[in-house]
């Protein structure tokens, strides 16, 4: 019997749990929902950022570190010099794992909280519209979220959003990190193939069509606050992601998509999102959306065999925005 997405997500989160010590990650209970601290208090680590990514993708994708000294060869043909470590994701469910669960969708506030939400608690609220395109809604016994915040959820938060799910309060499971923490950034980073198949939806492309998919992003260092944190993450899929998706039907549709579904589509690109970010006031929802998108989509048919890359890395911009404050201030100064 095929698990629902939220369960999923709960058995990983489960057995990370059983290994709290070694991930570096605290449990508590706010009005009856249980916590995962991987990043807000608790020190966090790559490790438990690997099991955010994972929980966020409902055990529909994989996630792993590759060492700076040997990428994998797709990644390493487009960026041969790539000194950091690499993110990288796959999934063989690709429209389930990312849209349907791993997608930040929607922001989450109260009094003196915010944060971006994510996981399979999506598809169980299934209010928003993406859902009449993909499916994948489910009322499911449990839910399971992410919240990208600096602050635990206060008890009016985890009992609006079990209402919302549906669930009792003790069926409800969040999991927090804030960005500027090895969790944080690195479930950010592992979102280059959930932003290559949102462009993609955002275009109207068939998401049927799509039978696989693979991410790589750079591994960005931890900033010291969230906002240089949020840049980070962001210049690391912007203009150091490479996806690769598996697809079916005509190639006409590739050709004409193509340079759609990459970053340098919009007029926005070519500065750290940092600076593109504040330019916007610090809203999400005022930036270009088209510059939400990898460096660099290649579409495999495998229908006709023919691949088409689109977009390029732009390391420069990548290593501005990687580098310690002062020397990146040092850079812009000149």
């Not at 629902?4 to 929902?33: C, F, H, M, P, Y």
């Not at 470590?85 to 969708?105: E, F, H, R």
């Not at 909280?113 to 016994?141: H, N, Q, V, W, Y």
Request: hydrophobic residues 50%; glycine residues 8%.
């Amino acid at each position: 019997m095929t698990t629902t997405l939220n369960e999923s997500s709960l058995l990983i989160a489960e057995r990370a749990l059983a290994a709290a010590d070694q991930l570096a990650i605290q449990s508590r209970t706010v009005a009856g929902t249980r916590v995962i601290d991987c990043g807000v208090h608790a020190t966090g680590s790559d490790a438990a950022g690997l099991m955010l990514a994972e929980v966020a993708m409902a055990g529909r994708g994989r996630v792993w570190l590759e060492p700076a000294a040997a990428p994998h060869a797709s990644f390493a043909a487009a960026w041969p010099d790539c000194p950091w470590p690499v993110v990288a994701v796959a999934s063989d469910a690709p429209v389930a794992a990312c849209l349907a669960a791993q997608y930040a969708g929607w922001k989450v506030e109260s009094s003196g909280f915010f944060a971006m939400a994510s996981g399979p608690i999506r598809a169980a609220i299934g209010r928003e519209p993406l859902f009449d395109t993909i499916g994948c809604r489910e009322r499911p016994a449990v839910a399971v979220g992410l919240l990208e915040t600096a602050k635990l959820p206060p008890a009016d938060v985890c009992r609006d959003l079990a209402a919302a799910a549906g669930v009792a309060a003790d069926a409800l499971l969040l999991l927090v990190a804030r960005t500027a923490s090895p969790a944080g950034t690195l479930q950010v980073i592992a979102r280059s193939l959930e932003t290559a198949l949102h462009k993609l939806h955002d275009l109207h492309f068939d998401m049927a069509r799509i039978q696989r998919g693979t991410g790589r992003a750079p591994l960005a260092p931890v900033a010291a606050g969230d906002l240089a944190a949020i840049g980070r993450t962001n210049d690391a899929i912007l203009y150091g992601g490479i996806v690769t998706l598996e697809v079916r039907g005509d190639d006409k549709s590739l050709e004409h998509i193509g340079p759609q579904a990459v970053s340098r589509a919009s007029p926005a690109y070519g500065e750290p999102f940092a600076r593109v970010f504040a330019k916007a006031g610090g809203d999400f929802y005022a930036i270009d959306p088209a510059l939400f998108a990898p460096a660099v989509v290649e579409f495999v048919n495998l229908d006709t065999g023919r691949r088409h890359s689109f977009g390029g890395v732009a390391p420069g911009i990548v290593a501005a925005s990687f580098a310690p404050a002062d020397a990146a201030a040092a850079t812009v100064g000149r």
